[in-house]
């Protein structure tokens, strides 16, 4: 590459990014869901709770204290390497990372660095060109740091307040090879890990500040990425540090590319840089800190032995999980593909449908997967907050047709806004009493008098002369229309096959 | 050998404030002792050795956290149950 | 509960805190006043390390020693002067003064425990507790003419403990003599899985001076280059004593040591500079200066906390560690460590124990030792045991100058009833 610019040839050069791929890799911090912290006995369950209350002399760093391996945490740790098809390293240990920070309560972070856990495994998702693999590089388990807290804002705090009771909850940290090719491949392969998480039992998404992710983008040539590709120029990349929820990675990493590639178009040399998401803008800024030239002075934890845990993850039995689950779902329930795969991506879904499946099992997959999910996520609520009896009965009433499909989804509407609102709803059954949308009945003979459907109808008929006169004059449409009037003016609740019979019933006779 | 110039990276490495005063003093002591060290160079680079003791765990099981008032006990320095810290940024 | 009073005059200026009064209870050390060091979390006692950067915290929990202790019936009287965080071989580096020797009050007692040493020496009390890092306990014992032990790694529970190099210190007996030693090791060996790197490996024993058929192995290196030779020649006499009762002494060689010391101060500045990170002033000691930036006042801290001699070696170790230089220093140190290690594992295939002295001179002039490296070049006979974590006790064996002069013997890891029962053959001999 010439570095003198402003020639045209130079300038056709860098306009010219057809050729291009977004290269994403991705280090996942996950909190592991034990009852207490990775080397003391506090418990992890702080969310509620003010600050530094759930705090001792090891996870507070006092002086003499020692740290004690959590056996849960490294177990989960190895359900995750093993479900991550990752290899399990003879001998590991924990290391210190040596940096200085009020948010560290010892100086250091305990963690573990050229001797991890677990490395190369893979996990296949969903990308965006079909089924791909993407490689894992390594597992590790290391300490979650303090909460800090600037009263007033970051840039306005004088000082900052800490608090320890985040401090020594356990991570762990997945990290991916630059395998993903797009923000949204980003997100599905978060969406999958999370699924795989959940299934394994040791991890929960709904915990507030439980995942932060830190992702690697840059924009090269095709092809870089593989062996012919690597003599080519390295574009420089960025890291966005900290993203703590799952839109966010995608929201940041879409910002990125854009950045990035105006960045190119410009002719900039982007080098390597540390940047920060800064959620509620949507947005990444440069961060001004060291961090690229801190030197961690790794070196292992004195105060730790070693782990030898091969044989111990060759007994561990995984539970089943998405892609099993998925597999199952086609065979068991008849499910579509697109249902299953939707069912089975969150476990809490999945084990949901699961109640519900008996009845039937189609149905209550369009149920779940079309109908509650989006109306869920329009409502930024998650299935945990439906009681799966509740769901069975709504599904119950719409099979046996005693509430119309249109009116089952205005029955959960409404529970779940009950639901939204006060914690707790009335059953199906009482809803479709209040709102009145008990599927009208037909009564006696069509065009019965106390028949309620053969009322509405003629109460159109009444009203609509001109559709009907265009129906007398053969006009096809105009039939439809009076059928959409007839349910309309029953709110829905006649079934349209009813209302298609007694509708030309009347119409013949008056024809 | 370490210049003076070294000696000042390694302190802001450490973070630790060296006087000015303090730094060719502290510079020719750093030499004579990392000269003495320069002996490991005829160390082969080894194993780290048998690693007798491996595997110490404890169970996953609550035990009491320390009482609040002991927690901000020791420092002056506190506001509504927080330490209060230097500012970072 | 019977209560301890305790009011010594300090001449020597042994002790950081004194209790006026301490509970005392029944058990094996019923009614006897114990001093612990500094370093040793005491709950509701100050604990300083002998650093101005601790000023002021009050450990809210014991160390696992002192809980051994109390449950023991012993009365903790008092925390003694070290060199700040261990870090030093003459108790001068300490924010509260220097300590001076009881045997010639215008020489060191020995570091980094001779305020342990000294209160004993003095008379101040029958026993105390030291922590020996590369010598820590041996060294003062030599100076002041007592009986100190290092356990062997992982036998005392470190629980509590202010870390200054955690993979070569252990906490361990101080007293006049060996039969107090193994009493003390009986209480400290008590298990405490909050030390994951120590085993439940209970001392239950009673010395036995049956030296008959024991193989001593005597390193040439003890009595090489940098060794007084009327230290040498003290410590040979020792030596023959114990031959004269029925062992047989057999010299050998340990080609590590050239490596010892370098691979000694290489891994305990290293691990000292990570942990001395944690003093920031925000959570106990000095309080952080608020009105600062947080890296201002960290530095601020640091420079007026600590002394020389720790600024010093945190440096040396951050350098140790640091990007481009971890190979030629921490992870070399590591391999020598290996080969002192391997080095003691082949003699102990053919001798019982390893005997020489414990210190290659008698104590120092006050200020006698100003240069860092000459002082670090004292502790090349006690830092091969720490390295190799085996277990190694000094013991007095004469004078040279009038000065005490300490036997040391080194045993196989876990045989700390063996270098005792050596001790105390040694002991018992001079005494008949
Ligand atoms: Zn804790």
Same mark, same amino acid.
């Given at each position: 590459?010439?570095e003198?610019?402003g020639?045209t040839?130079?300038?056709?050069?860098v306009?010219?990014?057809?050729d291009d791929?977004?290269?994403?890799?991705l280090?996942?911090h996950?909190q592991l869901?034990t009852l207490?912290?990775l080397?003391?006995?506090c418990?992890?369950?702080?969310?509620?709770d003010?600050p530094n209350?759930h705090?001792?002399?090891?996870c507070?760093?006092?002086?003499?204290?020692?740290p004690r391996?959590?056996?849960?945490?490294?177990?989960?740790?190895l359900?995750?390497?093993?479900?991550l098809?990752?290899?399990?390293?003879?001998e590991?240990?924990?290391?210190?990372?040596?940096?200085?920070?009020p948010?560290?309560?010892k100086g250091?972070?305990?963690t573990?660095y050229?001797?991890?856990l677990?490395?190369?495994?893979?996990?296949?998702?969903?990308?965006?060109d079909?089924?791909?693999?993407?490689?894992?590089?390594?597992?590790?388990?290391?300490?979650d740091? #303090?909460?800090?807290?600037?009263?007033g #804002?970051a840039?306005? +705090?004088?000082?900052?307040?800490?608090?320890y009771?985040r401090?020594?909850?356990p991570l762990?940290?997945?990290?991916?090879e630059?395998?993903?090719?797009?923000p949204?491949?980003?997100r599905k392969?978060?969406n999958k890990?999370?699924?795989t998480?959940?299934?394994?039992?040791?991890?929960?998404s709904?915990?507030?500040?439980?995942?932060?992710?830190?992702?690697?983008?840059s924009?090269?040539?095709?092809?870089?990425?593989?062996?012919e590709?690597?003599?080519k120029a390295?574009?420089?990349? +960025?890291?966005?540090?900290?993203?703590?929820?799952y839109?966010?990675?995608?929201k940041?990493?879409?910002?990125?590319?854009?950045?990035?590639k105006?960045a190119?178009?410009?002719?900039?040399?982007l080098?390597?840089e540390t940047r920060?998401?800064?959620?509620?803008?949507?947005i990444t800024?440069?961060?001004?800190?060291?961090e690229?030239?801190?030197d961690?002075?790794?070196?292992?934890?004195?105060d730790l032995? /070693?782990?030898q845990?091969?044989s111990?993850?060759e007994e561990?039995?995984?539970?089943?999980?998405p892609d +099993?689950?998925?597999?199952r779902?086609?065979t068991?329930?008849?499910?579509?593909p697109?249902?299953?795969r939707?069912?089975?991506?969150d476990?809490r879904?999945?084990?949901?449908?699961?109640?519900?499946?008996?009845i039937? /099992?189609?149905l209550?997959a369009?149920?779940?997967a079309?109908?509650?999910?989006?109306e869920?996520?329009y409502?930024d609520?998650?299935?945990?907050r439906?009681? /799966?009896?509740?769901?069975?009965e709504?599904?119950?009433?719409?099979?046996?047709g005693?509430?119309?499909d249109k009116?089952? @989804?205005?029955?959960l509407?409404s529970l779940?806004?009950q639901?939204k609102?006060?914690?707790?709803?009335?059953?199906p059954?009482e809803?479709?009493?209040?709102l #009145?949308l008990?599927?009208?009945?037909?009564?006696?003979e069509?065009g019965?008098?106390d028949?309620p @459907?053969a009322?509405?109808a003629?109460?159109?008929i009444?009203e609509?002369p001109? +559709?009907?006169?265009?129906?007398?004059?053969?006009k096809k449409?105009?039939?439809?229309f009076?059928v959409?009037?007839?349910m309309?003016?029953?709110r829905?609740?006649a079934k /349209?096959?009813?209302?298609?019979?007694?509708l030309?019933?009347?119409l013949?006779?008056?024809? | 050998?370490?210049s003076?110039?070294?000696?000042?990276?390694?302190?802001? =490495?450490?973070?630790?404030g060296i006087?000015?005063?303090? =730094?060719?003093e !502290?510079?020719?002591?750093f030499?004579?002792i =990392?000269?003495y !060290?320069?002996?490991?160079?005829q160390?082969?680079?080894?194993s780290?050795g048998?690693?007798d =003791?491996?595997?110490? !765990?404890?169970?996953?099981v609550v035990?009491?956290?320390l009482p609040?008032d002991e927690v901000?006990?020791n420092?002056?320095?506190k506001?509504?149950?927080?330490f209060?810290?230097?500012?970072v940024m | 509960m019977?209560t301890?009073t305790?009011s010594?005059k300090?001449r020597?200026n042994a002790?950081?805190t004194?209790?006026?009064?301490a509970?005392?209870?029944?058990?094996?050390l019923s009614g006897?006043g114990? $001093?612990?060091? %500094?370093?040793?979390?005491?709950?509701?006692i100050?604990?300083?390390?002998?650093s101005r950067?601790?000023?002021?915290?009050?450990?809210?929990f014991d160390?696992?020693?002192?809980?051994l202790?109390?449950?023991?019936g012993?009365?903790i009287?008092?925390?003694?002067n070290?060199?700040e965080?261990? &870090?030093g071989t003459t108790t001068?580096n300490? *924010?509260f003064?220097?300590?001076?020797?009881?045997?010639d009050?215008?020489?060191v007692?020995?570091?980094?425990?001779?305020?342990s040493?000294?209160?004993i $020496?003095?008379? &101040?009390?029958?026993? *105390?507790?030291g922590?020996?890092?590369?010598?820590?306990?041996r060294c003062?014992?030599?100076f002041?003419g007592?009986?100190?032990?290092?356990p062997?790694?992982?036998?005392v529970s470190?629980?509590?403990?202010?870390?200054?190099?955690?993979?070569l210190e252990?906490?361990?007996?101080?007293?006049?003599?060996?039969?107090?030693?193994?009493?003390?090791m009986?209480?400290?060996t008590?298990?405490?899985?909050?030390d994951s790197?120590s085993?439940?490996?209970?001392?239950a024993h009673?010395?036995?001076p %049956?030296?008959?058929?024991l193989?001593?192995?005597?390193p040439?290196?003890?009595?090489?280059?940098g060794?007084?030779?009327?230290?040498?020649?003290v410590?040979w006499?020792?030596?023959s004593?114990?031959?004269?009762?029925g062992?047989?002494i057999?010299t050998c060689?340990?080609p590590?040591m050239?490596? *010892?010391l370098a691979?000694?101060?290489v891994?305990?500045?290293?691990? *000292?500079?990570?942990?001395?990170a944690r003093?920031d002033g925000?959570?106990?000691?000095?309080?952080a200066?608020?009105k600062?930036?947080?890296?201002e006042?960290?530095? %601020?801290?640091?420079?007026?906390?600590?002394?020389?001699?720790?600024?010093?070696?945190?440096?040396?170790?951050?350098?140790?560690?640091?990007?481009?230089?971890?190979?030629?220093?921490?992870?070399?140190?590591?391999?020598?460590r290996q080969?002192v290690?391997?080095d003691?594992?082949?003699?102990?295939r053919?001798?019982?124990?390893?005997a020489?002295?414990t210190?290659p001179?008698?104590?120092f002039?006050?200020?006698?030792?100003?240069?860092p490296?000459?002082m670090y070049l004292s %502790?090349?006979?006690t830092?091969? $045991?720490?390295?190799?974590?085996i277990p190694?006790i000094s013991?007095?064996?004469?004078?040279?100058?009038?000065?005490?002069?300490g036997?040391?013997? &080194?045993?196989?890891h876990?045989?700390?009833?063996?270098?005792?029962?050596v001790?105390?053959?040694?002991?018992?001999?001079?005494?008949?």
């Amino acid at each position: 590459m010439t570095e003198t610019a402003g020639t045209t040839g130079q300038e056709n050069r860098v306009m010219d990014f057809s050729d291009d791929e977004v290269i994403i890799g991705l280090e996942i911090h996950c909190q592991l869901d034990t009852l207490t912290k990775l080397f003391c006995g506090c418990s992890t369950d702080y969310r509620d709770d003010g600050p530094n209350t759930h705090v001792c002399p090891i996870c507070l760093g006092l002086p003499g204290s020692l740290p004690r391996v959590n056996r849960k945490a490294i177990e989960y740790a190895l359900r995750v390497a093993k479900a991550l098809n990752c290899t399990i390293i003879e001998e590991s240990e924990f290391a210190r990372k040596n940096y200085f920070y009020p948010d560290l309560n010892k100086g250091f972070q305990i963690t573990q660095y050229d001797r991890p856990l677990a490395v190369r495994g893979y996990l296949d998702i969903e990308g965006d060109d079909g089924e791909k693999r993407v490689r894992i590089t390594r597992v590790h388990v290391e300490e979650d740091p #303090g909460r800090l807290v600037h009263k007033g #804002g970051a840039d306005r +705090a004088k000082y900052t307040l800490v608090d320890y009771n985040r401090a020594g909850i356990p991570l762990i940290e997945i990290v991916t090879e630059p395998d993903i090719r797009s923000p949204k491949e980003a997100r599905k392969f978060l969406n999958k890990l999370r699924a795989t998480l959940e299934y394994l039992g040791v991890f929960d998404s709904e915990k507030e500040g439980s995942l932060r992710v830190d992702a690697n983008i840059s924009i090269q040539p095709k092809g870089w990425f593989t062996r012919e590709g690597k003599g080519k120029a390295d574009r420089g990349r +960025a890291e966005v540090k900290n993203i703590s929820s799952y839109k966010g990675v995608e929201k940041a990493l879409t910002f990125e590319v854009t950045r990035q590639k105006n960045a190119l178009r410009r002719g900039q040399r982007l080098g390597t840089e540390t940047r920060h998401f800064v959620e509620t803008r949507g947005i990444t800024t440069s961060s001004r800190s060291k961090e690229m030239e801190q030197d961690y002075r790794y070196f292992p934890e004195p105060d730790l032995r /070693p782990l030898q845990v091969c044989s111990w993850a060759e007994e561990i039995v995984l539970p089943e999980l998405p892609d +099993a689950r998925r597999a199952r779902f086609l065979t068991q329930y008849g499910c579509s593909p697109i249902h299953a795969r939707t069912l089975t991506g969150d476990l809490r879904v999945a084990e949901f449908y699961e109640h519900i499946a008996t009845i039937d /099992p189609v149905l209550a997959a369009t149920w779940v997967a079309d109908t509650l999910l989006g109306e869920l996520n329009y409502r930024d609520m998650g299935v945990s907050r439906v009681s /799966p009896e509740s769901f069975r009965e709504l599904i119950v009433l719409v099979k046996e047709g005693s509430v119309t499909d249109k009116g089952g @989804v205005e029955v959960l509407r409404s529970l779940l806004d009950q639901i939204k609102e006060s914690g707790s709803c009335e059953t199906p059954g009482e809803c479709v009493g209040r709102l #009145g949308l008990r599927v009208l009945e037909r009564t006696g003979e069509t065009g019965a008098d106390d028949d309620p @459907v053969a009322k509405a109808a003629r109460e159109v008929i009444a009203e609509q002369p001109q +559709a009907v006169a265009d129906f007398h004059a053969g006009k096809k449409e105009a039939f439809n229309f009076l059928v959409g009037q007839v349910m309309k003016k029953t709110r829905g609740r006649a079934k /349209p096959a009813d209302v298609n019979q007694v509708l030309s019933g009347i119409l013949g006779k008056e024809g | 050998m370490v210049s003076e110039k070294d000696v000042a990276h390694i302190a802001g =490495l450490a973070d630790i404030g060296i006087e000015k005063e303090e =730094l060719a003093e !502290f510079t020719g002591r750093f030499n004579e002792i =990392l000269d003495y !060290f320069d002996i490991l160079d005829q160390v082969e680079p080894g194993s780290r050795g048998e690693t007798d =003791l491996v595997n110490v !765990f404890r169970d996953d099981v609550v035990e009491a956290s320390l009482p609040e008032d002991e927690v901000l006990a020791n420092t002056r320095e506190k506001e509504d149950g927080f330490f209060r810290a230097p500012r970072v940024m | 509960m019977p209560t301890l009073t305790f009011s010594p005059k300090d001449r020597y200026n042994a002790f950081i805190t004194t209790l006026n009064e301490a509970g005392t209870g029944p058990g094996k050390l019923s009614g006897i006043g114990i $001093a612990v060091k %500094d370093n040793i979390s005491t709950s509701g006692i100050p604990t300083t390390c002998a650093s101005r950067i601790l000023e002021g915290y009050i450990p809210p929990f014991d160390a696992h020693v002192v809980t051994l202790l109390k449950k023991a019936g012993a009365g903790i009287v008092g925390k003694t002067n070290m060199d700040e965080f261990g &870090m030093g071989t003459t108790t001068e580096n300490s *924010a509260f003064g220097p300590t001076k020797n009881p045997a010639d009050p215008s020489r060191v007692p020995g570091g980094s425990s001779g305020g342990s040493a000294a209160a004993i $020496a003095a008379g &101040m009390v029958r026993m *105390a507790l030291g922590t020996d890092t590369g010598g820590s306990i041996r060294c003062p014992a030599a100076f002041c003419g007592i009986v100190g032990h290092k356990p062997t790694y992982g036998r005392v529970s470190r629980y509590g403990l202010i870390a200054y190099a955690n993979s070569l210190e252990q906490i361990g007996p101080m007293a006049r003599t060996v039969s107090d030693i193994s009493l003390l090791m009986e209480i400290l060996t008590a298990y405490d899985p909050r030390d994951s790197t120590s085993i439940n490996c209970p001392y239950a024993h009673t010395p036995d001076p %049956d030296v008959h058929g024991l193989k001593i192995g005597v390193p040439e290196e003890y009595f090489g280059e940098g060794v007084d030779p009327r230290v040498a020649s003290v410590v040979w006499e020792g030596i023959s004593l114990l031959e004269r009762k029925g062992a047989e002494i057999i010299t050998c060689r340990m080609p590590s040591m050239a490596y *010892a010391l370098a691979a000694y101060y290489v891994t305990c500045t290293s691990e *000292a500079s990570s942990n001395l990170a944690r003093f920031d002033g925000v959570r106990y000691g000095h309080p952080a200066d608020t009105k600062l930036q947080w890296h201002e006042s960290f530095q %601020d801290r640091r420079r007026n906390g600590f002394g020389t001699e720790v600024k010093r070696r945190i440096m040396l170790g951050t350098f140790a560690l640091s990007s481009g230089y971890y190979g030629k220093y921490y992870a070399k140190a590591q391999a020598a460590r290996q080969q002192v290690r391997t080095d003691f594992l082949r003699l102990f295939r053919s001798v019982d124990v390893i005997a020489g002295p414990t210190m290659p001179t008698v104590a120092f002039r006050l200020g006698e030792k100003t240069d860092p490296l000459s002082m670090y070049l004292s %502790d090349i006979l006690t830092v091969p $045991a720490n390295l190799a974590g085996i277990p190694a006790i000094s013991v007095p064996c004469g004078t040279s100058e009038g000065l005490p002069v300490g036997l040391q013997i &080194m045993g196989p890891h876990f045989r700390d009833e063996r270098v005792i029962d050596v001790a105390y053959a040694y002991e018992l001999g001079v005494a008949r």
